[in-house]
């Protein structure tokens, strides 16, 4: 008997898989019921992707943007990894936006699944955060100014504005600080948080199963 | 559902199954090549820098002659050498270094060979191995002859 199939029996990973993957579907899904999917792939490209980037990156102020220099002309394949962690970003909320669309067109976000799309908002939040804080990290002249102009939104909250400021920048202005802050954000906090998240989004619909077409 | 149709559903459930095994197994192939390439360890493409040595015709008619240069090392200034050997009207730069253990030989002027002062090593003027444990001949650094220069080669 071949190792794997010994493997999958004694710890009864069939049973368990028969239970994920061979849940039986409602009549009637279409393609549009892959969006979610679609987006969650791309989640695992940018996690491979980033944590290849993570070996070449170095977040300071001085070596940032030559380092980024580096992975991309002179590592090998290093413009392919970067350039799939840029196109895979944006086709991750690409993705989340149409399934987002999608759930509210088959109104799936209604009782009893309303704990799930509040999930799955939370989600999006954070993959825009990765979206934002990824931005300066190349330390150009383009994510400097992003920064700059993206944060100082927070400066126009009422009253505890300018201390939300200097919380998101780590100091009175983008710099070393908030690149650090940025970096960690983007490569740790943002990621771990969204794969938790993700986790619950499937389990709950593993437990409440897909809702139907009306 | 007759017994026929069933079983070609089976076998079209079969080969979707198959395909899609099949896709993923190339995806990760294709994946972790592209992730060993990534983290492959780069090595410099070695290239020979050339700096200033001496003026041409300080260079020895014959014999050797040890000639030092500045040197910067972790930031302070030191002075280097290299032993500069004529055999046979040819131009040879030696280094120093011993070729058993990296210590330092010396030109012995009435012996006419190189001495390496930890175990004995001795060479001739061209770097060759007289006697003693050194395994090879000492290096010979690249060197040329530039509108009266002489340059020495250094492997960056």
Known sequence: MGIAIRLLERFKLVTIHRRILKKPLPEKVSYGYCLGGMAFTFFLILAATGMMLTLYYVPSETEAFNSVLKITEDVPLGWLVRSMHKWAASLFIIFILLHTARVFAAKAYRAPREFNWMIGVMILVLSMGSGFTGYLLPWDQKAYWASEVGTSMAGTVPFVGEYLLQFVRGGRDVGAQTLIRFYSAHAFFIPVSIAVLLWMHFHIVRRQGISGRL | ?156
């Open chain 2, 1 to 156: 559902m007759s017994e026929l149709l069933k079983s070609h559903e089976m076998k079209r459930r079969e080969f979707l199954k198959r395909t899609i095994n099949v896709f993923i197994a190339t995806s990760a192939l294709i994946f972790s090549a592209l992730f060993f390439r990534f983290v492959a360890p780069m090595f410099r493409r070695s290239s020979t820098e050339y700096f200033y040595l001496m003026p041409e015709e300080e260079l020895p008619k014959r014999g050797v002659k040890k000639v030092e240069f500045p040197l910067q090392l972790d930031g302070r200034k030191k002075t280097g050498w290299i032993f500069i050997s004529v055999v046979d009207s040819k131009v040879l730069a030696l280094s120093p270094v011993c070729t058993h253990l990296g210590c330092i030989v010396t030109w012995d002027n009435n012996a006419s060979e190189f001495v390496c002062p930890c175990h004995a090593g001795r060479y001739n003027c061209a770097g060759e191995v007289l006697s003693g444990p050194p395994p090879g001949p000492l290096a010979r650094l690249p060197l040329k002859i530039d509108s009266g220069n002489v340059l020495i080669g250094w492997k960056v």
